[in-house]
């Protein structure tokens, strides 16, 4: 008989071992988990946050860029085809090819951190098992998710394993040391909330 793995056993029977922060469009989520990774540099980090992509002041769409400098565009008003989130056209394919290099297995992989789970990325199957299987790790996941949608936005919400922080306009000063730390118990030998 195999002894079994004691250190995924209290892994696993940790209340909280993923952070994920919500919040309306534009109240600062992007900022703030940025902020959090920034903090964690030192250890070892991979992921991807988002960001606008404006011309004349106009919102455009969506790039994605990794912790390591990669870059690609999630959505633009001018992507036609059947995967859209409002005006915009998502490019599933070419975020498929982004997770590819990023969020992998990496040795010394501590943190993974990603900035959002969202509608738009929610069409790629891969995405989604991506982030059921970060959740389900040993890493520390810390990801943005939208306020409202149904499937895996949802369901990562009321998963028993997830500390769910919302960010308002109000409480935007103060969750940051919050977060940081939840965070700093987590990543501790031995700690757990």
Same mark, same amino acid.
């Given at each position: 008989? #195999?002894? &079994? ?19 309306? &469009? @534009?109240?600062? $989520? ?9 903090? !964690?540099?030192?250890? @070892?980090?991979? +992921? ?7 011309? +004349?002041?106009?919102?455009? /769409? ?5 912790? *390591? +400098?990669? =870059?690609? %565009? ?10 859209? %989130?409002? $005006?915009? @056209? ?11 290099? %990023? ?11 990603? *900035?959002?789970? +969202? =509608? ?15 959740? *389900? ?6 990801? #943005?998710?939208?306020?409202? /949608?149904? /499937? !895996? ?6 998963? =028993?394993?997830? =500390?769910?922080?919302? !960010? ?12 940081? @730390?939840?965070?700093?118990? !987590?990543?501790?030998?031995? /700690?757990?909330?």
């Amino acid at each position: 008989a #195999t002894v &079994p793995d004691t250190s995924m056993v209290i892994r696993k029977g940790r209340r909280v071992q993923n952070i994920l922060i919500t919040g309306i &469009p @534009g109240v600062g $989520k992007t900022t703030l988990i940025t902020r959090v990774a920034r903090k !964690l540099s030192r250890h @070892g980090l991979d +992921g991807f946050f988002t960001e606008e992509i404006r011309e +004349g002041g106009v919102r455009k /769409g969506f790039k994605i860029i990794s912790f *390591d +400098g990669k =870059k690609m %565009v999630l959505s633009h008003v001018d992507f036609r085809g059947k995967k859209r %989130v409002g $005006k915009y @056209g998502v490019d599933v394919v070419g975020l498929e090819t982004m997770l590819d290099s %990023v969020l992998l297995d990496n040795v010394g992989l501590e943190v993974a951190v990603v *900035d959002e789970i +969202g =509608k738009m990325e929610c069409f790629s199957p891969v995405f989604r098992q991506r982030v059921l299987k970060l959740l *389900d790790s040993d890493i520390l996941f810390i990801a #943005t998710v939208a306020l409202k /949608g149904s /499937g !895996l936005i949802s369901e990562v919400k009321v998963r =028993k394993d997830v =500390k769910l922080f919302q !960010l308002t306009r109000e409480n935007r000063d103060g969750i940051f040391d919050e977060i940081m @730390g939840e965070v700093e118990k !987590l990543l501790t030998p031995g /700690g757990s909330s």
